[in-house]
T-cell receptor
Framework: GAVVSQHPSRVICKSGTSVKIECRSLDFQATTMFWYRQFPKKSLMLMATSNEGSKATYEQGVEKDKFLINHASLTLSTLTVTSAHPEDSSFYIC?????????????FGSGTRLTVV | KQEVTQIPAALSVPEGENLVLNCSFTDSAIYNLQWFRQDPGKGLTSLLLIQSSQREQTSGRLNASLDKSSGRSTLYIAASQPGDSATYLCAVEMDSSYKLIFGSGTRLLVRP
């Protein structure tokens, strides 16, 4: 079945540094990937839609200069949290779709726990 | 603006009990509704997807129903097991946009 690999699973960084999170579709091509953020005991909030070969589409209220998204190939999207601050600490999850085989079915990565100290 | 609500927020039941999780949405013009499972600190696992034209979907001990006109969906879990303990999330997709709007989830604990 469709598998999405997300790396790293956990990262601790200092305030002011940048962190890159990778999301890879392992056995299918994903023209579109999605990045979500989840606060403790809260729902997933869509941050942006990542389109291969073009600029990401950000949801209202999400700073695109803060959360840089690059979708350079059909199997890889990256989210870079720039100049991280403690309030950026959260759980970030990506998802991708194998539209050929799964239609509207979604496959999620295992998430990245970011802690900014 | 679509809002998705899940009740209850948390549920604790003894093993073997049948249970129902509820999901409601404010805008009935959905493309589909999906149920996911999330284990602590992990990603999401897709459980069931119900197209807007469908009334229910079944997979093993799970049955999900959809009443689009009233803006409701239920996830029925039969003969619950401790391994079912997790957070269950419902999400709706609007207008084939491929963007999901999630509820806040129900944290389920099945006690041995």
């Amino acid at each position: 079945g469709a598998v999405v690999s997300q790396h790293p699973s956990r990262v601790i960084c200092k305030s002011g540094t940048s962190v890159k999170i990778e999301c890879r579709s392992l056995d299918f091509q994903a023209t579109t990937m999605f990045w979500y953020r989840q606060f403790p005991k809260k729902s997933l909030m869509l941050m942006a839609t990542s389109n291969e070969g073009s600029k990401a589409t950000y949801e209202q209220g999400v700073e695109k200069d803060k959360f840089l998204i690059n979708h350079a190939s059909l199997t890889l999207s990256t989210l870079t949290v720039t100049s991280a601050h403690p309030e950026d600490s959260s759980f970030y999850i990506c998802s991708a779709q194998d539209r050929v085989h799964l239609g509207h079915g979604y496959t999620f990565g295992s998430g990245t726990r970011l802690t900014v100290v | 603006k679509q809002e998705v609500t899940q009740i209850p927020a948390a549920l604790s039941v003894p093993e073997g009990e049948n249970l129902v999780l509820n999901c409601s949405f404010t805008d009935s013009a959905i493309y589909n509704l999906q149920w996911f499972r999330q284990d602590p600190g992990k990603g999401l696992t897709s459980l069931l997807l119900i197209q807007s034209s469908q009334r229910e979907q079944t997979s093993g001990r799970l049955n999900a129903s959809l009443d689009k006109s009233s803006g409701r969906s239920t996830l029925y879990i039969a003969a619950s097991q401790p391994g079912d303990s997790a957070t269950y999330l419902c999400a709706v997709e609007m207008d084939s946009s491929y963007k999901l709007i999630f509820g806040s989830g129900t944290r389920l604990l099945v006690r041995p």
